[in-house]
């Protein structure tokens, strides 16, 4: 087989550079290890960024979206006993961002895709990556006990942290850079109205917590757990329970509790592999890089990169030669560290620190007064949650 871009993974970052190659006539296949059923299970981000709605219209996914997304024009910070609304709209001269669950967005572009006649493979194992600093770069893998070889002009990994694109990079050719963080997030989602039209991060001596919908009659909740915690210890009780102890008391009594339809586990890091290309490799989403979700930057981070990965192929395609696919990496890098540092950010001053001591945790006061206090402060707070320029 052969064909212009090889996709490996069909999460968003897949999906977002399968719909917007195959919109301008670029050849492309998706290759993915789990069942496309696998894939459309999983419930992760919540909120869009303009950039990322612009880039779902652009790739012709974007009418659900219009219908059921909930356009936010502002979100909350609970701090102990006291709270502040940071109005995005107004701070950011008229930003806002979209609640759409990732879940969805998945959805859409997965039945764009099939509704034209680019090809995916689910279910695929032995996933390899071959000559892709060479002349004919390609990949190869296995389909119901069938090996295939896909050759190709350019190899976009979009397969995620535990992929095998970036492992696929010379050890001596990547940098990798990474924060562990002591806790991790208890997310649960329910079929339950949620508790406040907006989001409320709440900074709690007791840990953080997270109110968040999916939909006026959906909401997906977090509470900071230890990382040595397990899922299965946490009844829906407890979690409910606990969420009410670590928001305002008004947000705590308007908490619907009902059944959980999901819940996990998810450890927080901070992560960045340089370069995000390679010959003819380019790394994008999370394979190339993780945020904790505290600033709502990891779904929304994938967009930038398929936005600078699409325009790389494309000049690469009209003969730019190499050159274009270096940019991507330099342009990807820069934006990609200015999110990893507002996420950062967000999560050094809303969570509790085990290791923190006297000092840091003065630090932390402080970062909270100054927000409390600063429109400008809050300014440059609400500039990196709409998301910065591509
Ligand atoms: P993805 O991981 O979504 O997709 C990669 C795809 O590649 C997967 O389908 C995988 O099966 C496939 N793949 C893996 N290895 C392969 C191989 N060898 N061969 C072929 N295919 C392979 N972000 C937020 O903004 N807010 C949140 O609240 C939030 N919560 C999260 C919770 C969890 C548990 C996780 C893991 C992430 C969360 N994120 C959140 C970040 C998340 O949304 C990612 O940023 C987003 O999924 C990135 O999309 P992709 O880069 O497409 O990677
Ligand atoms: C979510 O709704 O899943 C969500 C929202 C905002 C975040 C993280 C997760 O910062």
Redesign the pocket.
Known sequence: MRTKVAI???????LLLGQLLTGSGVDNVI????TRE??LG?I????LEKGMVSLLERAGCDARLHKEGLIHEGFEIADNDRRIHIDLKKLTGGDTVTVYG?TEVTADLMAAREQGSAQTFYS?SD?ALHDFDGASPHVT?TVDGQAHRLDCDIIAG???????SRQSLPERSRTLYERLYDFGWL?LLADVPPATQELVYSRNERGFALVSMRSPTRSRYYVQVDTSEKVENWGDDRFWDELRQRVPADVAEHVTTGPSIEK?I?QLRSFVCEPMRFGRLLL????AHIVP?TG???????ASDIHYAFEAIRDFLDNAGDGALADYSVRALTRVWKAERFSWWMTSVLHNFKDHSGFERRLQQAEMDYIFGSERGRAALAENYVGLPY
């Open positions: 490996i993974g069909s999460g968003p970052a897949g290759v993915e290890r789990q696998h894939v999983r992760r981000a919540g909120v990732q695929a996933v893998f979009c397969d995620g942290y535990h992929g095998v997310g996990s998810a994008c989403g999370d394979a979700p709502a930057k990891g779904l929304n981070l994938a």
